[in-house]
Nanobody, 118 residues
């Protein structure tokens, strides 16, 4: 059974940084893409970033380009989201996701709260 456990969320002032970590277990993830979504209060869940399992190419939402960076450690089945220059509008629950390459996002974590104060 696939499990995704996020950590690293918290409260930070605008302009600050946080690093989210997602530990995956339950199978070998070398052929699974990994990514992050977020959901702010009263808003729909939205894509944040993703990293390809083969090429390690990355993709970002326009709202976080240049501020966030996604990376992964395949040996440890872990994905990271480095968030810099945080804005109050980045406040949301952040979800780690994974899925077989080319098959979308099949598994979701429970989420970790990120709150950015102004």
């Amino acid at each position: 059974q696939v499990q995704l456990v996020e950590s690293g969320g918290g409260l930070v002032q605008a302009g600050g940084s946080l690093r989210l970590t997602c530990a995956a277990s339950g199978r070998t993830f070398s052929n699974y893409n990994m990514g992050w979504f977020r959901q702010a209060p009263g808003k729909e869940r939205e894509f944040v970033a993703a990293i390809d399992c083969v090429s390690a190419s990355t993709n970002y939402a326009d709202s976080v380009k240049g501020r966030f960076a996604i990376s992964r450690d395949n040996a440890k089945n872990t994905v990271f989201l480095q968030m810099n220059s945080l804005l109050p509008e980045d406040t949301a629950v952040y979800f780690c996701v994974t899925g077989l390459r080319g098959q979308g996002w099949n598994y979701w974590g429970q989420g970790t709260q990120v709150t950015v104060s102004s």
